[in-house]
């Protein structure tokens, strides 16, 4: 027995020994390749891994380490073998390149996230047999997630999310499935979702948003019992949203939101009783809500905007008790509010915008919770309920656009909390409450468009954050309250269109903050106070149609902000300050209808931003400054003593400043002046003679050539032909950067290293009429109008050999092809298109209205809108234009863009403004939708006897909604192109009216 009990005891010792040399051995397999990982780190990832040696920390006792176990992030298990690294948020910079997978056969946890990794996830990442636990999140890891991932059989928590990650969701996901949580949010993956995600039954959270993620939310997602997250929004996923998700019991979150799904809300989603959140906003959901989700009891936030839901709320909804975010806007939901909507105890935020609820109000705010109401664009009428008034926890209201009414003195109470509220476009009356002083925290009071009457309370002052006043558009009487000074938070004023009278208090030159005033159309007179030149960050100041006396106040130069000023309709004296030509930044200058004097200033010739300068009516003489705001005769009329090279402006001709004290000046000014008289007589004659001679030789040559014709202001034509046959080697299609159906366009870079567009005829057989009528009548109205968003012309050749334009350059090409693609679209932001719309109307508004024979375009189309660099747009290719002669036919043959041109035209070929403002209205259309809105026009028009708006079929679905300070302007456009687009020509706005309308913006 003792001899047995001493062998066993030597195999024991000798199996011990045996394994402590193997674990050595993988120790130092292991510590080498991390080593080998740590060096392929930049320097400065390298230096906080100092912990990463194989020499012993103590200097005395250097002695070589053979395990990693000590070093920071590394553990490992009783036989040494590393199990776990965790390097989160260590700043590391380098790739998994050098990571050996397969030198670590025990490791179970990877946490690397929150660091600077990049490069690709490697295949050999299917090497880690063993792994539970691998989070790759908040890096840079780029390229596609490797199929071998789905090796990982072990595998229960993957986080790839917040990455780079691309190409396709891979199936081999679906062999993971002890898996409980899924994060591939935030990455660029794309395709379809693969079903057989359907697999991974332990699932209890999905995140797989933000990516772009298409086709239809697999059904096998209803075999995700244990679910309790899943987040699946801002992709491109399509198709109905699957019935089997009301399988999911334990589902708390439901975020399917900013997608493209279609149908109707599923029923089954009402058994989902454990649901907390409900996002289903920015789909194409259609139909009735359904009344089983009233069944929801523990929901708290449920958001169905922006989808074409319609019919009535359902009343269930009264059952949500513990409801506190309920988003329905810009829905077609239509009906009275359900009583029951009001036991709503924990309510905090009810959007109802954008609708075609009728009835009252509902009374809300019985729990007093309520911070955030919205009520906006609907048939709202009455007075304000009862619960409103008394919910002292209001922060934002929105009011407007309804047809409520009420005394707005009595309709509101004291609002501590309340920081915005817009009331405009309704019927309310009264006079406005003092008790708008007592609300600490406003920010945002808007009034426009009511019947408010009274004066404007000094107790207003007393806001002291208030950033934003609009009261325009209504019959307030009285003075202008000197209170208003205190307000130096103020940044937009708005009191115009009242009966306002006396004069602008000077303390309005202490609100140093603001940036738009506005007090035009009142009573206002006496003197313009210098204090506003004081306000030196304003960009917009309007003071038009009052009744100011006196000078312009030469203080104005310090407005260095400034771009529109507009001083018109007064009764202003004196001369225009030439100090106003240091207002650099001024795009638009209004003085018309005025009694000024003197000249205007030829330091305005300086003004390089300066777009529109309008002096009209006034007593203005001597030269008309070489400006392009100062070429529009009709901004020039009224005014007897200008001249100046402008069409319907005598020439100046240069003032004899001598006066005749004696007989030796008079002698001195005959012996100059005659003899020059003579010179001049002698040189015209021989002119005469020389073109005569010049007509004879050109005649002569007609036959050889054909004629050749060129015209480029200040430029050698003949050179500049030289110049564009070689840039372009003689129209070589590579240049070529736009083709027609009877022209070409050329990019041509010039020896100068500036860039011209020519634009070159196509010599086609039969058409030589048609073609030599719209290459001239391009040139002819381009040569007559001088506009910002008009193309420029440069010149033109018309010979034997080719017909071209040559005109300005515009980098971004056609409005067509920016919509056309997804990154240059997602590039035109709200601001860039609603400044693109209001280009396009100024342009129409210009020839329509300001051109002494209107001209009419014809051929308004988003590929004949150009951008420059700075997306500006210019109206561009008038080969169809039509000067409207008042005395004459104004019929034609049928001319256009299908998709662009007047319905009229199709059983009448009279030619009006009207078919212009059609086509406008189709292109502001196309700018908000991205897309050419066939599809929705009818729907427009069968909505234009209301004021409901299918926003969600409108916007532009890559990008996101417009920001509160651009809605508005947005929804005026939409508003705007509908009523462009009536059947009916009579009925259509002008582009004057248009244009003045997205100028208030």
């Not at 910079?93 to 397969?102: D, I, K, P, V, W």
Request: aromatic content about 6%.
């Amino acid at each position: 027995m003792g001899k047995l009990s001493s062998k066993k005891l030597l195999t024991t010792l000798f199996l011990v020994q045996f394994l402590c040399v193997v674990a050595s051995t993988s120790s130092t397999e292991e510590a080498n390749a991390l080593l080998k990982w740590k060096a392929s780190f930049t320097n400065q990832t390298q230096s906080r891994l100092t912990s990463w040696t194989l020499l012993s920390p103590i200097a005395a006792n250097s002695k070589p380490l053979t395990t990693p176990c000590s070093w920071l992030g590394i553990s490992c298990n009783l036989a040494r073998s590393v199990i776990k690294i965790n390097l989160t948020s260590f700043g590391l910079n380098g790739t998994l390149y050098e990571f050996s997978a397969s030198s670590f056969p025990h490791l179970k946890y990877v946490d690397l996230a929150v660091n600077s990794l990049s490069g690709v996830i490697p295949s050999q990442i299917g090497n880690l047999s063993k792994l539970i636990y691998l989070d790759l999140s908040f890096n840079q890891f780029s390229g596609r997630i490797p199929s071998e991932i789905g090796l990982l059989t072990n595998l229960q928590i993957l986080h790839l999310d917040e990455n780079q990650l691309n190409g396709q969701i891979p199936t081999s996901l679906g062999n993971l499935n002890n898996l409980v949580r899924l994060y591939l949010s935030n990455n660029s993956l794309s395709g379809f979702i693969p079903i057989e995600m359907g697999n991974l039954t332990n699932l209890v959270e999905l995140y797989i948003d933000t990516n772009r993620l298409t086709g239809l939310i697999p059904s096998s997602f209803g075999n995700f019992t244990k679910l309790i997250m899943l987040h699946a929004f801002h992709n491109q996923l399509f198709g109905l949203i699957p019935e089997e998700l009301g399988n999911l019991m334990c589902l708390a979150h439901l975020s399917l939101h900013t997608n493209n799904l279609s149908g109707s809300i599923p029923a089954s989603l009402g058994g989902l009783t454990n649901l907390i959140l409900l996002h289903l906003y920015e789909n194409k959901l259609s139909g009735p809500i359904p009344k089983d989700l009233g069944n929801l009891k523990s929901l708290t936030d449920l958001r169905l905007s922006v989808n074409q839901l319609n019919d009535s709320l359902p009343s269930s909804f009264g059952n949500l008790i513990n409801l506190e975010i309920l988003y329905l806007c810009q829905n077609q939901l239509s009906g009275s509010i359900p009583q029951e909507i009001g036991s709503l105890m924990k309510l905090s935020v009810l959007q109802l915008d954008t609708n075609q609820f009728i009835g009252p109000l509902p009374n809300i705010c019985q729990g007093g919770s309520l911070t955030n109401f919205s009520a906006s664009n609907n048939n709202f009428t009455g007075n304000i309920p009862k619960g409103l008034k008394t919910c002292t926890s209001l922060v934002t209201v929105h009011l407007e656009v309804n047809q409520l009414t009420g005394n707005l003195t009595a309709e509101f109470g004291i609002y501590p909390n309340l920081s915005f509220i817009d009331m405009s476009h309704n019927k309310f009356h009264g006079e406005i409450s003092s008790k708008w002083g007592s609300c600490p925290n406003l920010t945002t009071l808007r009034a426009a468009r009511n019947n408010i009457t009274g004066t404007i309370p000094p107790e207003i002052g007393n806001a002291a954050q208030l950033h934003s006043l609009d009261l325009s558009s209504n019959n307030l009487v009285g003075k202008i309250p000197k209170t208003l000074g205190k307000l130096t938070t103020l940044i937009k004023v708005n009191l115009s269109d009242n009966q306002l009278s006396g004069v602008i208090p000077s303390e309005i030159g202490l609100l140093t903050n603001l940036e738009s005033l506005d007090l035009s159309s009142n009573k206002l007179s006496q003197a313009i106070p210098k204090d506003l030149g004081n306000l030196v960050k304003l960009h917009y100041l309007n003071l038009s149609n009052n009744k100011f006396r006196q000078e312009i106040p030469a203080q104005f130069e310090k407005l260095f902000h400034l771009s529109q000023l507009d001083l018109s309709h007064n009764s202003l004296r004196g001369e225009i300050p030439s100090q106003m030509s240091h207002l650099e930044s001024l795009e638009q200058l209004n003085l018309s209808h005025n009694s000024l004097t003197g000249s205007i200033p030829n330091s305005f010739e300086e003004m390089r931003g300066l777009l529109y300068g309008d002096v009209s009516y006034n007593q203005l003489k001597g030269p008309i400054p070489e400006s392009k705001a100062f070429q529009d005769a009709d901004m020039l009329q009224g005014n007897k003593g200008l001249c100046g090279n402008v069409q319907g402006f005598p020439p100046c001709t240069s003032p004899v400043t001598c006066k005749h004290r004696n007989g030796k000046v008079k002698k001195l000014v005959f012996s100059i002046i005659f003899p020059l008289l003579g010179v001049l007589l002698l040189a015209l004659v021989v002119y005469l003679i020389f073109q005569k001679r010049r007509k004879n030789k050109s005649a002569e040559r007609s036959s050889e050539d054909d004629g050749e014709l060129f015209l480029v202001p200040t430029i050698d034509g003949r050179i500049l032909y030289k110049e564009i046959m070689d840039s372009t080697k003689a129209f070589d299609a590579r240049y070529c950067i736009g083709k027609g159906g009877y022209s070409s366009v050329y990019k041509a870079m010039l020896p100068s290293s500036s860039i011209v567009a020519v634009k070159k005829f196509h010599p086609l057989p039969n058409v030589e009429i048609t073609h030599q009528k719209e290459f001239l009548n391009e040139i002819k109205t381009l040569t007559e109008i001088r506009h910002r968003n008009i193309v420029k012309l440069y010149g033109f050749c018309s010979n034997r050999q080719h017909s071209f334009l040559v005109y300005e350059y515009l980098e971004r090409g056609s409005l067509a092809t920016i919509l056309s693609k997804e990154e240059t679209a997602k590039e035109l932001n709200w601001f860039k298109r609603v400044n693109i719309v209001r280009d396009v109307a100024h342009a129409l508004s210009y020839m329509h209205h300001n051109c002494s024979i209107p001209i009419v375009h014809r051929d308004i189309s988003s590929n004949n809108i150009l951008l420059d660099e700075d997306y500006v747009a210019h109206v561009s290719d008038f080969g169809t234009a039509k000067l409207l002669k008042k005395d004459s036919s104004n019929w034609t043959e049928l001319a256009g863009t299908y998709g662009y041109i007047a319905p009229e035209l199709a059983y009448t070929m009279e030619v009006t403004e009207k078919c212009d403002v059609y086509s406008f209205g189709v292109i502001a259309m196309e700018v908000i939708k991205g897309k050419h809105p066939d599809d929705i026009i009818s729907s427009l028009l069968s909505h234009l006897t209301s004021e409901s708006m299918l926003v969600k079929d409108i916007l532009d679905q890559r990008l996101p909604l417009p920001p509160p300070e651009v809605e508005e302007q947005v929804m005026t456009i939409v508003k705007l192109a509908t009523a462009c687009l009536h059947a009916d020509p009579r009925s259509r706005p002008s582009m004057h009216m248009i244009s003045q309308m997205l100028d208030k913006f």
